[in-house]
């Protein structure tokens, strides 16, 4: 049976009396921290590749090639294999289990992370690259259907929100290893420039062992249920075809991959490019410091790191701030409120960022921007009916990643637009500026969709 917007007798409200985790036994609690970790791994391998992408160019391309550019083109490959992942894996977890794909999705990402470490050129890079998408991508629709199946429904909404939240400590361990291969090229225990290597090699390592942990997982009992019946019933799980020719499924499916693209394209169309502005104010402030030339790249990296810590503190507390919001005013108002801010502070952040006095800014772009993905953990599982959970999920938060894969080139091609006829450091590094703030528009697709599509606080997961 269709969810009934109106019906009030189903709904479960979030805020029930007590905390949201006060109903959960120590097996809810393992797989909560197991889809967390999956999910933290994730993001940490994620962001090593933003923090070590200039780097890895810079050494792999021959002379006279771009490093933004061919960075750009390898972000645009790995999100394509991320939006490719997706689909697949939140089809098969629908189809085969949550949690046997989840393991399978991490070992994939860890082991083609490390083997980034050992590129050669462009080419086995950008394929290396692609193959982790294909494995990172299908980790979050799989994590958060996981823990939507399996605790219960009044725990949903905060440990939905909390896990995404933690993620942030990934990218945040992520900054601190650039800044400690920043010190070691700085100091040369390691031969400048090549710490982008065992950037990735630490980036394996957790995800890797993280696999062990998940052989104890069981599928969700829910899931289990629903499946034995849906055979019976001749129910499709994890059908595509499912998913967009009914009608119940299509609308929220269609309007919540807009609503991820919107967010998708500003933080991996824009967000993630501030480890290029940072290293490129960093470059300029130490020239006009004296700093010798043999110190400038691990100075740099050191500071890109910094930036990135302080970016992702502040997308913990702006995640956490979004799930208080949408468990007391509600999904849609949490979204609008988030969308907004997330437009002023990538704007401000690439107009005003001029220094390490500036770093500042970074933690309140971080938090406007993360927060939207807060949201997508909360909202696109409340969506789909447990057959098609995972692929409703992984179709919103992923099909949109294909046209996020056109951000970096079309900013890409903006910058060397904006640019052209720019002989100085300066005036390049204003076109960049300029590009990223143009590109920013594409926050207010997220508002278009949010007035199509429904409210879902306070009511149960909808089932068939």
């Not at 502070?345 to 220094?355: E, I, K, L, P, S």
Request: glycine share 12%; aromatic share 12%.
């Amino acid at each position: 049976m269709a969810r009934t917007p109106t019906a009030t007798t189903n709904r479960v409200s979030d805020a029930a009396a007590g905390p949201w985790y006060r109903d959960l036994t120590p097996y809810h609690w393992f797989v909560f921290m197991v889809a967390s970790l999956a999910w933290l791994f994730d993001c940490l391998d994620q962001q090593l590749f933003l923090l070590a992408r200039n780097s890895a160019m810079e050494s792999l391309l021959p002379a006279g090639m771009d490093p933004k550019l061919y960075g750009g083109y390898a972000t645009s490959i790995f999100v394509a294999g991320w939006a490719m992942g997706g689909l697949i894996f939140g089809s098969l977890g629908d189809c085969y289990g949550r949690a046997k794909m989840l393991t399978l999705t991490v070992l994939i990402y860890s082991v083609c992370t490390g083997l980034s470490a050992f590129s050669k050129g462009w080419i086995d890079f950008a394929t290396y690259r692609f193959l982790t998408g294909l494995g990172v991508g299908g980790v979050f629709g799989l994590a958060v259907a996981l823990v939507a199946d399996t605790l219960p429904d009044r725990s949903r909404t905060g440990a939905l929100g909390l896990l995404q939240a933690l993620s942030a400590l990934g990218n945040i361990t992520a900054g601190c290893v650039s800044m400690y291969m920043g010190h070691l090229e700085a100091t040369k225990a390691i031969v400048p420039g090549s710490g982008w290597k065992y950037m990735f090699l630490v980036g394996a390592i957790p995800a890797f062992l993280c696999v062990f942990i998940q052989m104890r997982l069981k599928e969700p009992e829910k899931w289990v249920q629903a499946r034995a019946a849906g055979k019976a019933a001749g129910v499709r799980f994890g059908s595509y075809t499912a998913l967009l020719g009914d009608p119940r499924w299509q609308r929220p499916a269609l309007l919540g991959m807009m609503l991820c693209v919107a967010g998708v394209i500003g933080l991996w169309g824009i967000g993630f490019f501030s480890p290029e502005l940072v290293g490129d104010v960093m470059q300029q402030s130490l020239l006009k410091e004296g700093v010798p030339a043999d110190k400038i790249a691990g100075t740099k990296q050191f500071w890109i790191g910094v930036n990135s810590i302080v970016q992702n503190i502040g997308a913990f507390f702006g995640m956490l701030l979004f799930t208080r919001m949408a468990q007391g005013m509600g999904r849609k108002p949490a979204f609008a409120i988030a969308f907004v801010a997330a437009l002023v502070a990538t704007v401000a952040y690439f107009q005003m960022f001029n220094g390490r006095g500036d770093i500042w800014m970074s933690a309140i772009m971080g938090a406007c921007q993360l927060a939207l993905f807060a949201g997508f953990a909360i909202y696109l599982p409340e969506l789909f009916p447990t057959s098609l959970r995972s692929t409703g999920t992984s179709f919103c938060y992923n099909v949109g990643r294909f046209v996020a894969a056109s951000g970096p080139f079309t900013l890409g091609t903006l910058q060397a637009a904006l640019k052209a006829g720019a002989t100085t450091p300066e005036a390049k590094l204003v076109a960049f500026r300029n590009a990223c703030s143009f590109m920013s528009v594409i926050f207010l697709l997220g508002l278009v969709a949010l007035v199509f599509l429904p409210e879902t606080k306070g009511r149960p997961l909808p089932e068939d």
